[in-house]
């Protein structure tokens, strides 16, 4: 009996390692979208994988698209305070929930205008800026400590198709990026976007903050056409890097 019971386990082969779990996937369209058209600086101000938070700041500026519409104008020279490099630009800063994949709260420190009677006051930048500091720092959050982004051990891979329809005037490109370490695909970005009108569109991990075996990936997203200019900034779950 012995003797049957492990031919049966000879024949059988060695035991299966586990099915790996499949990539977390991830698309634009519930990240941060700036004022105005063009953006002129992101950062990650300070994030905490063990908290659940992030925080970011966003200088963006208005820039006219040819549209024609009243409000397709450029943004005005407000004369904020440390702006002289982005004279016409706003400053947003923002708190970002890991945990529900969304901004929780928005904080306009310098207001973007198209004329003088939108400029922000000083009282208002002041205490705009109060109240950020202090919801940062209620998260768990600590602005003296600059995240670092590291790429190591992680590689990653584009990829994509690209179908046209009879009569249709560009074609749709269904874009793919995997992210890999250890030998595993464990993360992807999706976008898709149509070539018409010089439409592109690219969908990018700009940063990655690795905390005790796990990673959170800071995310651009950025569509053009020759009519419009779009961008989105998004931070990825709370991921488990492969070992």
């Known amino acids: 009996m012995l003797t049957f019971a492990l031919a049966l386990a ?10 790996a ?18 953006v002129d600086s992101v950062e990650v101000l300070a994030i905490s994988l063990k908290s659940g938070w992030a925080a970011m700041k966003v ?41 529900r994949q969304a901004v929780d709260k928005t904080f306009v420190v310098y207001a973007l ?3 003088k009677a939108q400029c922000s006051s000083a009282a208002d930048n002041k205490a ?23 790429f190591e051990g992680i590689t990653s891979r584009d990829d994509s198709t690209s179908t046209e329809e009879e009569g249709a005037i560009g074609s749709t490109v269904n874009a793919v990026t995997t992210f890999s370490a250890a030998g595993r695909v464990f993360y992807e970005l999706k976008h898709q976007y149509d070539t018409a009108y010089a439409g592109r569109a690219s969908f990018e991990a700009a940063g990655a903050y690795v905390e005790d075996g796990k990673v959170v990936f800071f995310q651009k997203y950025r569509h053009t056409t020759m009519r419009s200019a779009e961008s989105e900034y998004s931070f990825s779950p709370v991921l488990v890097l492969p070992k």
């Open 128 to 150: 705009h800026l109060d109240a950020a500091k202090a919801e940062i720092a209620a998260r768990g959050l600590d602005l003296a400590r600059k995240p670092v982004s590291s």
């Open 59 to 99: 200088v963006s500026h208005q820039e006219p698209q040819g549209s024609g519409a009243p409000d397709d104008v450029e943004s005005i020279d407000c004369g904020y305070p440390g702006m002289k490099q982005h004279p016409t630009s706003g400053v947003t800063l923002l708190t970002w929930s890991l945990t």
């Open 113 to 115: 205008a198209t004329d």
């Open 21 to 38: 779990p499949p990539p977390v996937s991830a698309a634009p369209g519930k990240g941060y979208r700036p004022n105005g058209t063009a």
């Open 10 to 19: 000879v024949a059988a082969g060695p035991p299966r390692a586990p099915k």
